[in-house]
């Protein structure tokens, strides 16, 4: 069965460093999707990035980079230089493309806060 | 702003009532996901239609129903409401439903059951 783990339920970083949260995956189909989403305060949830199965290259989109570590299960996310509009809760989906649902699977989240 | 629109934003009710949360979405995308977000669930998928029709179902309860219109706007039925349906409700759209699509979420409807 699909699964997604992201095990630091909280993490606290200074504005302006870099962090990384944590996220593994399982999954048996060969081609699947990972996606990271942001849910501030507020409620929404905005898409971040997006990295498939098959992509050469980890993904990056502005100060978010995906760190794809296929063999280990791994899609972890970076975030450089960050800010204070960066605290938010953080989630890692994935969707497998072989199956016959198309949804979305997600973490649990971790809770990043920035301090000044 | 993800273009997709959730309405009401807000709705407090009591229990054995029935709700619709409805949602638009994205111009030209034919699938809506409907997920619920709770405390204790996390973030689970109810059920997704494409272009009108029903094509998957996750955790929904059968006192959940959605349909999806022609014009693509969906609506999630909620009835004999529980005390633990009180939730976030979100709508996500996509273009297809194919693997690599990306989902973008509406700002959700809370419902509080009181």
């Known amino acids: 069965a699909q699964k997604i783990t992201q095990t630091q339920p909280g993490m606290f970083v200074q504005e302006k460093e870099a962090v990384t949260l944590d996220c593994t995956y399982d999954t048996s189909d060969p081609s699947y999707g990972l996606f990271w989403y942001k849910q501030p305060s507020s409620g929404e949830m905005i898409f971040l990035i997006y990295?498939?199965?098959?992509?050469?290259q980890n993904a990056t989109e502005g100060r978010y980079s995906l760190n794809f570590q296929k063999a280990r299960k791994s899609a972890n996310l970076v975030i450089s230089a960050s800010q204070l509009g960066d605290s938010a809760m953080y989630f890692c989906?994935?969707?497998?493309?072989?199956?016959?649902?198309?949804?979305?699977?997600f973490g649990k989240g971790t809770k990043l806060s920035v301090k000044p | 702003d993800s273009g997709v629109t959730q309405t009401p934003k807000h709705l407090i009710t009591a229990t054995g009532q029935r709700v619709t949360l409805r949602c638009s979405p994205r111009s030209g995308d034919l699938s809506v996901y409907w997920y619920q977000q709770s405390l204790d669930q996390g973030l689970q998928f109810l059920i997704q239609y494409y272009n009108g029709e029903e094509r998957a179902k996750g955790n929904i309860l059968e006192r959940f129903s959605a349909q999806q219109f022609p014009d693509l706007h969906s609506e999630l039925n909620l009835s004999s409401l529980e005390l633990g349906d009180s939730a976030l409700y979100f709508c996500a759209s996509a273009r297809t439903s194919g693997g690599g699509e990306t989902q973008y979420f509406g700002p959700g409807t809370r419902l509080l059951v009181l």
């Open positions: 989906a994935m969707r497998d493309y072989g199956g016959s649902q198309g949804n979305l699977i």
């Open positions: 990295q498939g199965s098959y992509d050469q």
